[in-house]
């Protein structure tokens, strides 16, 4: 499996990006069987357009009808004038979270809280940090520890490799070895602070073939999905980033020898002649939590679609 979920275990394995101002995006996104979408104010918008996508955003969320699909808004950045009309306009709608983009600094997810507390959001809202500058990359540690502070959850580090390669003048190339070390380095923080890492978007997507050795790529450094930008991807993500019947059966054998009377007290057992550690249990419960998951938002998703 893509490593530790977070303890909601929430699946995050596919993330589409909506632009704000496609409202029949929002439509048909809620028959696509993404874990979450994006709703993005930033930059698939205009400046000229920015007002009427806040409208066409708040608009949908109101209606609902994205079932057990996460719903994150990502509003322009702290450095534009737009933030804080964004927060006004979209939040009493009630996304499930907010993306801040261009996180650069612990202080900016605090900026966030303080913001969002001011727009009376509900106290479930969450946060997503952006993490496409090169700041974000040193400050990584620092920002997924305030998932440890009060006020909205830090649930979420979303990488953003296309902004990140332009600032630091990295290229990107096939493997994307040039980007390794800084997309292990957000592995690491989320990790540390049980915060979801989710893999940056693959633009080319009709390269079926390189999206899925991206995606499994990701997944074999730790993330736990990937962001897309075309409901074609969701499919691959989906299956990519699923534990697999053989990874299931293996938690569920874990978790079960470790509840014997005889293994209670004990940090190490043999397992079919495998050494396995307590913390294998801890991982084990994760795997069968997020199987449990997904296989839960699936079945609300039949419930409604023989509704529709």
């Known amino acids: 499996m893509a490593g530790a979920m977070p303890q909601t275990a929430r699946p995050r394995?596919?993330?589409?990006?909506?632009?704000?101002?496609?409202?029949?995006?929002?439509?048909?996104?809620?028959?696509?069987?993404?874990?979450?979408v994006i709703l993005d104010l930033e930059d698939s918008v205009p400046p000229e357009k920015k007002e009427n996508a806040r409208a066409l955003v708040a608009d949908a969320?109101?209606?609902?009808?994205?079932?057990?699909?996460?719903?994150?808004l990502?509003?322009?950045?702290?450095?534009?004038?737009?933030?804080?009309?964004?927060?006004?306009?979209?939040?009493?709608?009630?996304?499930?979270?907010?993306?801040?983009p261009k996180v650069s600094r612990s202080d900016d997810v605090r900026r966030l809280r303080a913001a969002l507390k001011a727009a009376s959001a509900r106290p479930t809202v969450q946060i997503w940090a952006m993490m496409e500058t090169?700041?974000?990359?040193?400050?990584a540690g620092a920002i997924a520890a305030t998932a440890a502070e009060e006020g909205p959850a830090l649930a979420a580090l979303a990488i953003g490799a296309s902004d990140l390669a332009e600032a630091t003048r990295t290229r990107q190339v096939p493997g994307r070895w040039t980007m390794l070390p800084w997309l292990s380095t957000c592995v690491?923080?989320?990790?540390a602070f049980d915060v979801s890492v989710i893999d940056a978007v693959y633009a080319d997507f009709r390269d079926a073939e390189g999206f899925r050795a991206e995606c499994e790529?990701?997944?074999?450094?730790?993330?736990?999905?990937?962001?897309?930008?075309?409901?074609?991807?969701?499919?691959?993500?989906?299956?990519?980033?699923?534990?697999?019947?053989?990874?299931i059966a293996w938690a569920r054998l874990i978790l079960a020898a470790f509840e014997r009377k005889e293994n209670v007290d004990k940090n190490a057992i043999a397992i079919d002649g495998r050494m396995v550690e307590r913390f294998h249990a801890r991982q084990a419960r994760q795997t069968v939590e997020i199987a449990r998951a997904i296989r839960g938002a699936g079945e609300a998703e039949r419930r409604s679609a023989e509704r529709r």
């Open 74 to 100: 990502r509003i322009n950045g702290f450095d534009t004038p737009w933030a804080a009309g964004d927060i006004a306009a979209v939040v009493p709608a009630a996304p499930d979270a907010i993306l801040l």
């Open 13 to 36: 394995r596919s993330v589409l990006y909506l632009p704000g101002a496609n409202a029949r995006a929002f439509s048909k996104a809620r028959s696509i069987p993404a874990d979450a």
């Open 188 to 191: 690491a923080a989320g990790r």
């Open 217 to 247: 790529q990701g997944r074999d450094l730790g993330m736990d999905g990937k962001a897309v930008i075309h409901p074609n991807q969701v499919a691959t993500c989906n299956e990519v980033f699923s534990p697999t019947a053989d990874e």
């Open 61 to 72: 969320l109101r209606q609902g009808g994205f079932g057990a699909r996460e719903t994150v």
């Open 134 to 139: 090169p700041l974000a990359i040193l400050n």
